[in-house]
């Protein structure tokens, strides 16, 4: 089935160093969400975004609705080591209709 | 407590054994579905129900069933385990109107 694309795949990074990653699809959607993933848990949703050009925040956490409709980014601030994770988008065209995942991101953060 | 409730948390069983994977759900939405992780291959869709009467086949449906027992409560079985049904497996929820998806803390089963 269709999947989102997620870049970087993996990243190592700082503690208190900032994050950026990005999610890509060939098709527009109309919500976006952002989800972490710890190992052998369920995923949890962070952020929920409905509208093109939407920029919501969750604490350190700040996502964002491409203008294409075909993208988002999700950006942590002064990461921390409990950040360490898989996070994974997903997109759903209209409410009603299955939504499509990322394969994504594994967030290491080094002490 | 959790919204959505996965049981069990963990099974190993044998090849050809029947298994049933229950979800319940506190959030009182209409929607739910069950999904399947393996490493490298991200979430997979087995089945969704929009309601108690409605009960749809996802991408990976074969070698499972499903039952929609009340609102709050879908079941995912494997009539007949094999190994390669080994895996991650998730419930989720959402709501009719809200485009928000919410997972339980899955179902580690393994299948020998």
Redesign the interface.
Known sequence: GQQLNQSPQSMFIQEGEDVSMNCTSSSIFNTWLWYKQDPGEGPVLLIALYKAGELTSNGRLTAQFGITRKDSFLNISASIPSDVGIYFCAGQYNYGQNFVFGPGTRLSVLP | DAD?TQTPRNRITKTGKRIMLECSQTKGHDRMYWYRQDP?L????IY?S?DVKDINK??ISDGYSVSRQAQAKFSLSLESAIPNQTA?Y?CATSG???????????S?LTVL
Do not use: A, N, Q
Not at chain 2, 42 to 45: F, S, T
Not at chain 2, 96 to 106: D, P, S, W
């Open positions: 959505v490298g991200g979430l997979r869709l969704y929009f996802g991408e991650l998730f009719r109107y809200t485009g928000e998806l919410f997972f339980g803390e899955g580690r």
